[in-house]
Each structure stands twice: as C-alpha cells, then as structure tokens.
T-cell receptor
Framework: SAVISQKPSRDICQRGTSLTIQCQVDSQVTMMFWYRQQPGQSLTLIATANQGSEATYESGFVIDKFPISRPNLTFSTLTVSNLSPEDSSIYLC?????????????FGEGSRLTVL | RKEVEQDPGPFNVPEGATVAFNCTYSNSASQSFFWYRQDCRKEPKLLMSVYSSGNEDGRFTAQLNRASQYISLLIRDSKLSDSATYLCVVNMNTGNQFYFGTGTSLTVIP
C-alpha cells in the first residue's frame, strides 16, 4: 500500500488567482496521477506526472492551465491557474500500487477547491 | 460513448437486503477491473479487484463477463456501514490508464 499526503485539504480562492496542490507519497513511485472530481461526477484524469520528464496531459487539459511539477519520485504538485468558478472541484493525487500484479490506485484525501 | 458506464442509482435498501450493481465497459482490450468505494467527502478506496473467475470477499462478490463486457458487484446482508458510492474502474494496462464509472450510490436504511 501507499500513504499519500495531500494539501491543502480545502481552499477558497478568488477568480483569476492560482492554487498549488502538493502530494507527498511515503514510497518512491514512477508515476503519479492527478484527477479531478467535479460535484456529483466521477473521476477524470487530468495528467500523469513522470519524474524527469514533462507530464502527460489528457484530452481537454493543458499545461498552461494545469502546470505540474515532479521533482523526485515521492513528490508532485498540481497548479490550477487563472481560476474560474468552473474549476471548483476536488483534486486528487493518486499512485499505482507498487509490485501489484493487477494494478490498483491509492488516493490522497483530496483537495476541495471552491472558486468565488 | 463513455469508457465505463454505471447506473448512478440511488439504491435505497433495507438492512439485510441483497443488492447488485452492474457496470459495462466499452473497450474489449481492458485488462484489469476493480470496484472502489467512496464515502461522502472522502477519497476512493479499493473494495476489491475483479477476476475472470469471479471472486468473493465476505459479503461481497464480484464477477466479470468479458464476452458481454460487464462487471457486477453483489452485496449480501447489507449493513448500514455499506452506505457509500461504489465506483467501477477499468484499467487498460497500457499507459496505466484507469477509467472510472460515475459511481452508484447506495444507502442502507435501518
């Protein structure tokens, strides 16, 4: 299993500002995933953060809006830039279980963002 | 078409009831299948993986039908603590792409 610490757990931001979310894992992992869960919706993958290379973004998500850092194998940040009310959501950091034959994901507790 | 589709519910069942959730997936190349549980305002947590032969964990039984591309979860003898949203998750195993269903809401009533 993996223990993932994510912060902030919640924040209220003004439109036009940015919020950076941090994710710390208690073990080294190759890939870290950033998901968004909008109210009443399921999880949507924003991007995959790889150490030593640029993040891989999913369709509909761009680096200018969601810049990601991955300085080492245990840490990543996601910034949500130029905030608008539509960015109000829960953002979740996730890693795949190490040495898992079938693959399973562990999640941080999420960062609940409200944009006014 | 969505990669993974679930009936969102809500399912409201009395304690002790048996309830079943189904989920369909669109890509026949999908390799791994899971049920996650998400409590209100919490992160998703793995409930169980789903194997081709079907698998059981206490009151929970998961089954996979590759031919029809659906996954099921059966909960027997429902408890109040089973109230949550259950997410169907499919992994392509290529590029580590996990696809989530919208979740099925379950409320177990005393």
């Amino acid at each position: 299993s993996a223990v993932i610490s994510q912060k902030p757990s919640r924040d209220i931001c003004q439109r036009g500002t940015s919020l950076t979310i941090q994710c710390q894992v208690d073990s080294q992992v190759t890939m870290m995933f950033w998901y968004r869960q909008q109210p009443g919706q399921s999880l949507t993958l924003i991007a995959t953060a790889n150490q030593g290379s640029e993040a891989t973004y999913e369709s509909g998500f761009v680096i200018d809006k969601f810049p990601i850092s991955r300085p080492n194998l245990t840490f990543s940040t996601l910034t949500v830039s130029n905030l608008s009310p539509e960015d109000s959501s829960i953002y979740l950091c996730s890693v795949e279980a190490v040495a898992s034959l079938t693959g399973e994901l562990f999640f941080g507790e999420g960062s609940r963002l409200t944009v006014l | 078409r969505k990669e993974v589709e679930q009936d969102p519910g809500p399912f409201n069942v009395p304690e002790g009831a048996t309830v079943a959730f189904n989920c369909t997936y669109s890509n026949s190349a999908s390799q791994s299948f899971f049920w996650y549980r998400q409590d209100c305002r919490k992160e998703p947590k793995l409930l169980m993986s789903v194997y081709s032969s079907g698998n059981e964990d206490g009151r929970f039984t998961a089954q996979l039908n590759r031919a029809s591309q659906y996954i099921s979860l059966l909960i027997r003898d429902s408890k109040l603590s089973d109230s949550a949203t259950y997410l169907c998750v499919v992994n392509m195993n290529t590029g580590n792409q996990f696809y989530f269903g919208t979740g099925t809401s379950l409320t177990v009533i005393p």
